[in-house]
């Protein structure tokens, strides 16, 4: 019985750790091709790089991230000065 419960403990599928790999030469290629036609701080391009040296996953995840938040700041940026635009066109009529 106590054998039962001591393989029920380790085979807990909730503490159950995923394996990480660093990333290989290529999938560093991938990663700083997806930084292209984008400005970003070199602070952002090493820490995912540095991520990438033990995670590979993690650092596209990262890079994925702050790229949608650069797009979603863009969108708004353009959305303001859409309705600015607006707003000035209509005072002048």
Do not use: W
Not at 42 to 62: M, N, P, T
């Amino acid at each position: 019985m106590s054998k039962a419960l001591i393989e029920d403990i380790f085979n807990d599928s909730e503490e159950a750790q995923e394996i990480t790999f660093p990333a290989t030469d290529r999938d560093l290629l991938i990663l700083t091709e997806k930084f292209l036609g984008f400005e970003i701080p070199s602070k952002v391009f090493l820490q995912a790089i540095a991520i990438a040296a033990y995670d590979c996953a993690s650092a596209f995840r990262y890079v994925d991230n702050y790229l949608a938040m650069l797009k979603n700041k863009n969108k708004r940026k353009h959305k303001k000065l859409l309705v600015f635009k607006a707003a000035t066109n209509f005072e002048n009529n």
